[in-house]
Nanobody, 127 residues
Framework: QLQLVESGGGLVEAGGSLRLSCVAS????????VGWFRQAPGKEREGISC????????NYADSVKGRFTISRDNAKSTVYLQMNSLEPEDTALYYC????????????????????WGQGTQVTVSS
């Protein structure tokens, strides 16, 4: 069974940066598209970025476009989310998720499409 573990969250001042990591074990991550999601208290889970299994496609929610960058290192079974220019509105629990796919360019930010999830890492941005 594929297991995902997120790390890299923490407390940062507005304007600061964090890099989240999502490390996979149990199955090769390179057969999977991966997405990053976040959920703030009282809000629905929001898809913020995704990357296809062969790095050829990526996408971002409008709320993070230009500030966040997703990348992956299949040799390390790791997907990263570099977050710059953080804002208090980015405060949330951040999750990575994966779905095995045969489609090379598959990249979706719909939570219901994913069947493997990590436990999340908290990001708190102070004003």
């Amino acid at each position: 069974q594929l297991q995902l573990v997120e790390s890299g969250g923490g407390l940062v001042e507005a304007g600061g940066s964090l890099r989240l990591s999502c490390v996979a074990s149990g199955f090769p991550l390179d057969d999977h598209a991966v997405g990053w999601f976040r959920q703030a208290p009282g809000k629905e889970r929001e898809g913020i970025s995704c990357i296809s299994k062969y790095i050829s496609s990526s996408n971002y929610a409008d709320s993070v476009k230009g500030r966040f960058t997703i990348s992956r290192d299949n040799a390390k079974s790791t997907v990263y989310l570099q977050m710059n220019s953080l804002e208090p509105e980015d405060t949330a629990l951040y999750y990575c998720a994966a779905i095995i796919t045969t489609v090379p360019h598959m990249c979706v930010m719909t939570p219901e499409m994913y069947d493997h999830w990590g436990q999340g890492t908290q990001v708190t941005v102070s004003s």
